[in-house]
């Protein structure tokens, strides 16, 4: 069975760089699939941040690209987001997660159970 | 990239059928048949139950079907159970290599 598990900070300052790693388990990252991160704003709706495919293609949401990075570490079945320069609005519940191909629309089939992240001072 | 339009809340009786829609434009919904559907119980993370408009993953029962007419995909939950009641959220790819979802709905079984 597929597992995910966030782990990082809980409370980041403003203008800082929010930092959170993804450990899979059940599935080796090196062998296929894409890998993603997701969070909802409080009282928003879902909103897909980036995703990484397991030979490093990186793809990101058009209005974060400029701050965000996903990069997966095989050697430890991890992958990680930084987001940096961070405002109050990052602050969401952010999951990771991993999705199918692009022939399946990036479909996401496994989920990590979120980890909340404040932005405040 | 805007979200997509879900209705905020449905609902039905245990063995009645219930659809949600999930609007969009010509640019996502409309153009791709990559639309997903998924169920969040409260404290649990999502569950996907259908992808590619109306393809459903190993171990998800034949009551969740999914369609698309236009920009308008559906999800139809038929013989409604206790355990239906969750959050559904639909997704949708759009160009060029980005994703959308809806706003959820609260599927409640009365």
């Known amino acids: 069975q597929v597992q995910l598990q966030e782990s990082g900070p809980g409370l980041v300052k403003p203008s800082e760089t929010l930092s959170l790693t993804c450990v899979v388990s059940?599935?080796?990252?090196?062998?296929?699939?894409?890998w993603g991160w997701i969070r909802r704003p409080p009282g928003k709706e879902l909103e897909w941040v980036g995703s990484?495919?397991?030979?490093?293609?990186?793809y990101y949401r058009p209005s974060l690209k400029s701050r965000v990075t996903i990069s997966v570490e095989t050697s430890k079945n991890q992958f990680s987001l930084k987001l940096s320069s961070v405002t109050a609005a990052d602050t969401a519940v952010y999951y990771c997660?991993?999705?199918?191909?692009?022939?399946?629309?990036?479909?996401?089939?496994?989920w990590g159970q979120g980890t909340l992240v404040t932005v405040s001072s | 990239q805007s979200a997509l339009t879900q209705p905020p809340s449905a609902s039905g009786s245990p063995g009645q059928s219930v659809t949600i829609s999930c609007t969009g434009t010509?640019?996502?919904?409309?153009?791709?048949?990559?639309v997903s559907w998924y169920q969040q119980h409260p404290g649990k993370a999502p569950k996907l139950m259908i992808y590619e408009v109306s393809q459903r993953p190993s171990g998800v029962p034949d009551r969740f079907s999914g369609s698309k007419s236009g920009n308008t995909a559906s999800l139809t939950v038929s013989g409604l159970q206790a355990d239906d009641e969750a959050d559904y959220y639909c997704l949708s790819y759009v160009a060029i290599n980005n994703l959308v979802f809806g706003g959820g709905t609260k599927l409640t079984v009365l």
């Open positions: 997660a991993r999705q199918m191909s692009y022939n399946n629309g990036w479909a996401i089939d496994y």
């Open positions: 059940g599935y080796s990252i090196s062998s296929g699939y894409y």
């Open positions: 990484i495919s397991y030979s490093g293609s990186t």
């Open positions: 010509s640019s996502d919904v409309g153009y791709y048949k990559y």
